[in-house]
T-cell receptor, first 112, second 116 residues
């Protein structure tokens, strides 16, 4: 398996519902980041959580990190149609503070 | 404050031609990273550069690929004698590297290379 694998691969919800995406990784990390990518576009940085942090909030986003389970989750509350995108978690390979490893992403579709 | 800029946004080449992709980092950023994204895949690290220095090119194929970040001008990712398997989206990211053990990398819109 790859470092930084998102689950589920695809998620479809109705506007107003919450969306939860998970990410698992295998080696030790310094931190973990979540990015959003709209179809055919570049990546937009959402949030960075350091290995000594357990939870972080940014607007409607809530990220948790469990280093004992080597997993993270991204929660988007009160979803909007504009949240439709692919979401990627990216980890630094332990020891590297710049080489990000991405999973294949979760494709989130928010239906109006 | 303009973000990371990449050009061209789309590039079509025939097999055997050269592809040249450009990246201008965000203002004040002196560190550039190139990633490649194959269809239905996540991004894969290729190379990390500072001005006039290649810091880590461990993710870059040994042949046909090269990268530079000159003192003046954009960073260039060059692919010689392209093959169909080079078709992908190539993303550039930059960071200020002012300190700390990692900084957020800010990504450009990407260049989508299609090799016919």
């Amino acid at each position: 398996s790859q470092q930084g694998e998102e689950d589920p691969q695809a998620l479809s919800i109705q506007e107003g519902e919450n969306a939860t995406m998970n990410c698992s990784y295998k080696t030790s990390i310094n931190n973990l980041q979540w990015y959003r990518q709209n179809s055919g576009r570049g990546l937009v940085h959402l949030i960075l959580i350091r290995s000594n942090e357990r939870e972080k909030h940014s607007g409607r986003l809530r990220v948790t990190l469990d280093t004992s389970k080597k997993s993270s989750s991204l929660l988007i509350t009160a979803s909007r149609a504009a949240d439709t995108a692919s979401y990627f978690c990216a980890t630094d390979l332990g020891g590297s503070n710049y080489k990000l490893t991405f999973g294949k992403g979760t494709l989130l579709t928010v239906n109006p | 404050n303009a973000g990371v800029m990449q050009n061209p946004r789309h590039l079509v080449r025939r097999r055997g031609q050269e592809a040249r992709l450009r990246c201008s980092p965000m203002k004040g950023h002196s560190h550039v990273y190139w990633y490649r994204q194959l269809p239905e895949e996540g991004l894969k690290f290729m190379v990390y550069l500072q001005k006039e220095n290649i810091i880590d090119e461990s993710g870059m194929p040994k042949e046909r690929f090269s990268a530079e970040f000159p003192k003046e001008g954009p960073s260039i990712l060059r692919i010689q004698q392209v093959v169909r398997g080079d078709s992908a989206a190539y993303f550039c990211a930059s960071s200020p590297r002012t300190g700390g053990y990692q900084e957020t990398q800010y990504f450009g819109p990407g260049t989508r290379l299609l090799v016919l």
